[in-house]
T-cell receptor, first 113, second 116 residues
Framework: NAGVTQTPKFRILKIGQSMTLQCTQDMNHNYMYWYRQDPGMGLKLIYY???????DKGEVPNGYNVSRSTTEDFPLRLELAAPSQTSVYFCASSFGQMNTEAFFGQGTRLTVV | DQQVKQNSPSLSVQEGRISILNCDYTNSMFDYFLWYKKYPAEGPTFLISISSIKDKNEDGRFTVFLNKSAKHLSLHIVPSQPGDSAVYFCAASAYAGGTSYGKLTFGQGTILTVHP
């Protein structure tokens, strides 16, 4: 079982560049999430989606955009990368019903220089 | 505003002994609590959870205790094994009214080291 797959695993960006972090899941989960983890901190929610065509902001959405055209895919777009976006990014998915856990991808380590 | 706090950045335990990881929360709307385990260069993996209608949940060597009046939960690992060495995250969600969409609020994490 693949679960949640993120690509790339590592990336170095220059300030002002753009990129898309890819996330796909094969568990037929309706709910998908993007989190970022900074050193010594917990994961913070960037964006989430409750189904294809529906997305909403999380706690730290500034500088990011998302789309959800299919149930499986939930890409995260960084426009005009800034050093503050240096972080580890995790995609997750869940059934979204009461008392169910989220499943996480292995993460993308992004450095903006 | 840190709604979920893990005040111990690290914990060191001898193999075979008990590991106790603590977590405090401030949002009284949280009604579902989870513990995740994370190894370096991997994503968090679900370990155990507890609903607010319970005060204890066990799964093998792992037990989670919830004290709602104190807004405190703890994870007990007995006996601890070297393979348990990882970062442990406490997380919480609020399903009141069904509008939380499974969004999790995480603590900062505690690094557990189990020495052979």
């Amino acid at each position: 079982n693949a679960g949640v797959t993120q690509t790339p695993k590592f990336r170095i960006l220059k300030i002002g560049q753009s990129m898309t972090l890819q996330c796909t899941q094969d568990m037929n989960h309706n709910y998908m999430y993007w989190y970022r983890q900074d050193p010594g901190m917990g994961l913070k929610l960037i964006y989430y989606s409750v189904g294809a065509g529906i997305t909403d902001k999380g706690e730290v959405p500034n500088g990011y955009n998302v789309s959800r055209s299919t149930t499986e895919d939930f890409p995260l777009r960084l426009e005009l990368a800034a050093p503050s976006q240096t972080s580890v990014y995790f995609c997750a998915s869940s059934f979204g019903q009461m008392n169910t856990e989220a499943f996480f991808g292995q993460g993308t380590r992004l450095t903006v220089v | 505003d840190q709604q979920v706090k893990q005040n111990s950045p690290s914990l060191s335990v001898q193999e075979g002994r008990i590991s106790i990881l603590n977590c405090d929360y401030t949002n009284s709307m949280f009604d579902y609590f989870l513990w995740y385990k994370k190894y370096p260069a991997e994503g968090p993996t679900f370990l155990i959870s507890i609903s607010s209608i319970k005060d204890k949940n066990e799964d093998g060597r792992f037990t989670v205790f919830l004290n709602k009046s104190a807004k405190h939960l703890s994870l007990h690992i007995v006996p601890s094994q070297p393979g348990d060495s990882a970062v442990y995250f406490c997380a919480a969600s609020a399903y009141a009214g069904g509008t939380s969409y499974g969004k999790l609020t995480f603590g900062q994490g505690t690094i557990l080291t189990v020495h052979p």
